[in-house]
């Protein structure tokens, strides 16, 4: 089983583009499962449902959280779908499984006062600053995720045709920049940037005090530091920036599909789905329906 594991997670790493922290998350989940397994005498090749069942059971009663549990499942879940495309096994015993009822939380969400207090924090008189400013603004603006934004480069930025090209694993997108952004954007990369960086093919948009590519640590401590400094009694994420901008556009009347396009949730990424959104009409969206467009 242990090496089927390990093909499995070759597999997933360079067919579906998924993020370290995702592939360590399988690991571990599917790690657990053959520890069950081996504990119950158990080969991997002849788990049913009963004993997918059981397992859950288990998960169960040393306290696991239903979102822990899901998770497993899916992990346990795509193993199986693997071993079953590769002959290793005749069915997929997850087949009949349902994941555990999730309560659903509701994401916490900044006014549009507390967004504007956050960023105009950023102090624009040094690099640093500068930098800071066009961040928060992009962030808001584009309401992408917090490592699709340090995984930006330079040519993924549009400034004068106003939008940006988000990719995600095989998956890309088309989000439009306000005019805020696109001014702190565009004072960020003449002014800054070139300042910061230290090789001349550095690729990365937002880069560190040292010119590397910004990390997911640096950011949420960028953020951390501008709520402080605006005395902001809700916790701030990048990722509840990205909640503020969705619901910012729908309380300003956007429309719900288009918002979902300019997030990228996977249950409309399908190519006919994006098909229907095209960038002009999402432009138009955003223009009506962004406080800070």
Same mark, same amino acid.
């Not at 070759?10 to 583009?17: A, L, Q």
């Not at 992408?144 to 993924?156: A, C, F, P, Q």
């Not at 952004?181 to 004072?187: G, Q, R, S």
């Not at 098909?275 to 223009?287: A, C, I, N, S």
């Given at each position: ?15 579906? !583009? ?9 690991? /571990? ?6 520890? #069950? ?6 080969? @991997? ?7 997918? +069942?059981? @397992?859950?059971?288990?998960?169960? &009663?040393?306290? !696991? ?5 899901? +998770? ?12 079953? /495309?590769?002959? $290793? ?15 659903? /939380? ?6 549009? %006062? ?18 800071? &400013? ?28 106003? #939008?940006?090209?988000? %990719?995600?694993? *095989? ?7 306000? $005019?805020?952004?696109?001014? =702190?954007?565009?004072? #960020?990369?003449?002014?800054? +940037?070139? =300042? ?16 590397? +590519? ?9 953020? !951390?530091? @501008? ?6 009694? $809700? ?21 719900? !599909? =288009? ?6 949730? *996977?249950?409309? *990424?399908?190519?006919?789905? @994006? ?16 406080? /800070? =467009?």
């Amino acid at each position: 089983m242990e090496k089927q594991i390990k093909l499995f997670l070759k597999f997933i790493e360079t067919e579906k !583009k998924l993020s370290n922290n995702t592939l360590q998350s399988y690991r /571990r989940d599917l790690q657990q499962f053959q520890d #069950y397994l081996n504990e119950n005498s158990i080969r @991997y090749t002849h788990v049913h449902e009963e004993h997918i +069942r059981n @397992y859950i059971e288990e998960l169960q &009663k040393i306290g !696991k959280k239903p979102s822990t549990i899901s +998770r497993c499942i899916a992990s346990i879940r795509s193993f199986y779908q693997f071993l079953v /495309r590769k002959s $290793k096994v005749k069915e997929d015993p997850t087949e009949k499984i349902q994941s555990p009822k999730i309560e659903k /939380r509701v994401p916490s969400v900044l006014t549009s %006062k507390e967004v504007e207090l956050l960023l105009e924090q950023p102090d624009s008189v040094d690099l640093k600053g500068i930098r800071d &400013k066009a961040m928060l603004e992009f962030a808001y603006a584009t309401g992408m995720r917090v490592t699709e934004i340090i995984s930006l480069n330079m040519d993924d930025i549009h400034i004068d045709e106003g #939008y940006v090209v988000c %990719k995600n694993g *095989s998956k890309q997108r088309t989000i439009p920049l306000g $005019k805020m952004c696109e001014k =702190a954007l565009t004072e #960020y990369i003449e002014h800054a +940037r070139n =300042a910061l960086i230290k090789r001349d093919n550095e690729k990365a948009l937002f880069v560190n005090i040292n010119g590397r +590519r910004l990390t997911r640590q640096g950011f949420w401590k960028i953020i !951390k530091y @501008y709520k402080e400094q605006a005395h902001i009694e $809700k916790d701030i994420t990048p990722h509840v920036l990205r909640h503020s901008f969705a619901t910012h556009l729908l309380q300003n009347g956007a429309d719900l !599909k =288009a918002i979902q396009t300019m997030l990228g949730h *996977s249950d409309i *990424s399908s190519t006919q789905v @994006y098909m229907q959104f095209q960038d002009t009409g999402l432009k138009d969206v955003y223009q009506k329906a962004h406080p /800070r =467009a």
